[in-house]
């Protein structure tokens, strides 16, 4: 499973597997790892030790230019309305182009994360991660403007059905990737509209 698990991920994602069994000694209980896929994940990871970028605005958009011109575009307009609302870019270390934009409320509680990922020359993905609210008892969800109603909302943009739906039956848990290729001009503003509103 481990070995399917790596060859079906990027190059920049490596797979293990840990179990544990329980062990005896001298009346103490101990916890013994085995782990499964080490090797195999060392071996993956070794060709890309050293090409990790952190990913400006600038070097995402030359990469974009250069790989997935037509991208540049949503690109562009999503980082424009995002600026506009005051949510700000941060290029992550990693190989595949990166860039996050935290989500907070007005008392500047993190509450999640969209990232643009491109994982392909093809395609940049927008991911809505709110594992954080997730972890939020049902009061404190209630007591945050706007964060009981925020899957709705989502769902209710066009392009970004499936995202909202699938964060309201998991509770805010599971997210979604939706190619930023499939969201028109409208649907991002309404978008970060939607997600910068979490602050007022």
Do not use: C
Request: aromatic share 8%; no cysteine; charged share 20%.
């Amino acid at each position: 499973m481990v070995e399917y698990l790596n060859a079906m991920s990027g190059p920049a994602t490596s797979i293990i597997a840990v179990s544990y069994s329980r062990m005896k000694d001298q009346g103490t209980e101990i916890l013994m790892p085995r782990i499964y896929g080490e090797e195999l994940a060392e071996a993956k990871s070794a060709p890309h030790a050293g090409r990790q970028t952190t990913w400006s605005v600038d070097t995402y958009r030359s990469w974009l230019a250069s790989n997935s011109p037509s991208s540049l575009d949503k690109f562009e307009h999503f980082l424009a309305h995002a600026a506009a609302a005051g949510l700000s870019f941060h290029g992550s270390t990693t190989i595949v182009p990166t860039g996050t934009f935290g989500i907070f409320d007005r008392d500047n509680t993190r509450l999640g994360t969209v990232s643009l990922i491109s994982y392909t020359s093809k395609n940049t993905s927008l991911e809505l991660d709110f594992y954080r609210a997730s972890r939020l008892e049902p009061q404190q969800v209630a007591a945050i403007a706007g964060l009981s109603s925020l899957p709705a909302r989502i769902a209710a943009i066009p392009g970004m059905e499936e995202a909202g739906i699938l964060m309201s039956s998991s509770g805010f848990a599971n997210r979604k990737n939706t190619l930023l290729s499939e969201l028109t001009d409208e649907s991002i503003r309404q978008l970060v509209e939607v997600l910068a509103a979490l602050r007022l």
